[in-house]
C-alpha cells in the first residue's frame, strides 16, 4: 500500500447512479478527478461510470446501501483499499413523500429522516476532518427551495431539508478559514425520477414551477463549490421563491398545503 501522502484525492459522489448527483460526476469528472459512485442500484452505477468516463474521469463504483448501521465505515474502507481519499464529498442521496403525516406510514417517514438527515452528517462529520488536514476540498450538500418553508403534506421532507440548510451553513462559517468549503445547493424541482417515487408529480405545486434540467443544477452546483460559494440556488424561478421565506410563516402554512393536498387528505 503506498503512504498515506500518495493517496489519491476522489470526488465522493452519494446518490451517484442517478439525478442530480450523476449529473454532478459527469461535470466533476470534466476536471479529470478521480470519480466514486456510491449508489444502491448496480444497473445504474454501470451507466454512470460509463458516462464519468466517457467525460475524463476515472471512476469507481461502490454498491452500498447508506441506511446500514456501518455504511459509512465500508466506504471509508473501499476509499482506502484504492489508495484513495475523500477530497470532495457530494450529498446527493436522498428521498421524500407526499400525503399527510398521520397516514404514510411510520417507518417510510423514518426512512427519511434516516436518509436526509442522519447518513449526510455521518459522512459529512466522517470526512470533513482529513478534508480540514490536508486545507483543500470539501463538500457539497444537495439542499432545495423546500428547505426554506414547512412543508404541509411533505412535512419530513421540506423539515430535512430545512437540516441541511442549517448544517451546511454553520459547518460552511466554521470551516471556510482552512480553505474548505461547504456548499449546500437548493434548487426548486428538477426533472429526476424523485418528483415521481414522492408521489409529488401530481401536486399543484410541482405542476406550477418550472422543472430544471439535472444538468444545469449540477453545473452551477459545481460551480459555485469551486467558487467558494455558501449557497447556490439555481434558476429565477428559485430565486423568486426565496423571496416567499420572507413572508410571515401564517401566511406560507396555508398556500403551500393548499397546494401538495390531496382531496384524500384529513
Known sequence: MTPH???????VVVGGSRGIGRAIAKVAARDRNVVVLIARSPEGLTAAAAEVQQAGGE??????????ADASERLEA??????????????????????????????????????????????????????????????????SIAGLFPGPYMALYYASKGFVHSFSDALHQEVRRFG????????????????????????ALFKILPKLDAEYVAERAWRGFNSGRRRVVPGISAKLLTLVAF?????????????????KDP
Open 5 to 11: 501522502n500518495e493517496f489519491r484525492s476522489a470526488v
Open 59 to 68: 471512476a469507481f463504483t461502490l454498491e452500498l446501501d447508506l441506511l446500514a
Open 78 to 143: 473501499f476509499l482506502t483499499a484504492n489508495d484513495l481519499v475523500c477530497g470532495v464529498l457530494v450529498n446527493s442521496a436522498g428521498y421524500g413523500l407526499r400525503g399527510a403525516a398521520t397516514l404514510l406510514p411510520l417507518n417510510d417517514q423514518l426512512g427519511i429522516v434516516d436518509l436526509n438527515i442522519r447518513a449526510l452528517t455521518d459522512l459529512t462529520l466522517r470526512f470533513l476532518p482529513g478534508m480540514l488536514a490536508r486545507g483543500r476540498g470539501g463538500v457539497i450538500n444537495l439542499g
Open 180 to 203: 474548505v468549503t461547504v456548499t449546500c445547493v437548493a434548487p426548486g424541482p428538477v426533472s429526476t425520477e424523485f418528483l415521481e417515487k414522492a408521489g409529488a408529480n401530481r401536486a
Open 247 to 263: 413572508l410571515p410563516t401564517a401566511a406560507v402554512l396555508p398556500l403551500i398545503g393548499r397546494l401538495q393536498r390531496r382531496s
